[in-house]
């Protein structure tokens, strides 16, 4: 044998000795897998029992929230609505006002011949109604105040803190921008 093969006899034969490592290896693994297979199955315990817990009647609703500084609470009681906004309740409802605003879709828009804007919105059961500035949608009197390619933006009247109501800004927004 000459010295040149020497170092390649001896690197062939530690690879061999690895791999023959490595094949036992794999064979305890596989080994050990038959034998979790082969077990019995173990039962799966029941889901625990639920607990009946007794409702809560909340008897302090006449009282100064604990969540907001007594700043910001009118320490008078409801009076009046704080800068005459109120939801109107002489006015007949509308449609769309038997739904939440999450439960409508903008769809986008039409414009008529003479140049009126109309939004799309889609109901919760697929049909679509048509709707123009002025119009209101939402469960809290959103009374439409611009329509855009992209958005319808409405005005809500929600109950505030002090008993009264304010004005707050809202918009549906295209699923597709």
Sequence with gaps: MTIQRLPILLV?????LLMTGCTDRIGMAEQSMADIRNQPAQPIEPPPKAELVEDFVYSASAQRSPFL????????????????????????KEP??????????????VVAPE???YALIQRPDGSVASV????YLGLNDGRIVEITPTQV?????????????????????????
């Design 69 to 92: 500084p007594p700043s910001l609470v009118n320490v008078q009681g409801p009076t009046t609505s704080i800068d005459g906004v109120r939801p109107d309740i002489t006015r007949t």
């Design 12 to 16: 062939l034969s530690m690879a061999t």
């Design 153 to 177: 933006n409405l005005i809500e009247i929600v109950p505030d803190s002090r008993a009264g109501f304010v004005e707050k800004p809202q918009s549906l927004v295209s699923p597709i921008s």
């Design 132 to 135: 123009k500035v002025g119009n």
């Design 96 to 109: 769309l006002e038997q739904y939440e605003l999450t439960q409508l879709i903008f769809r986008g828009v």
């Design 115 to 117: 140049g009126q804007q």
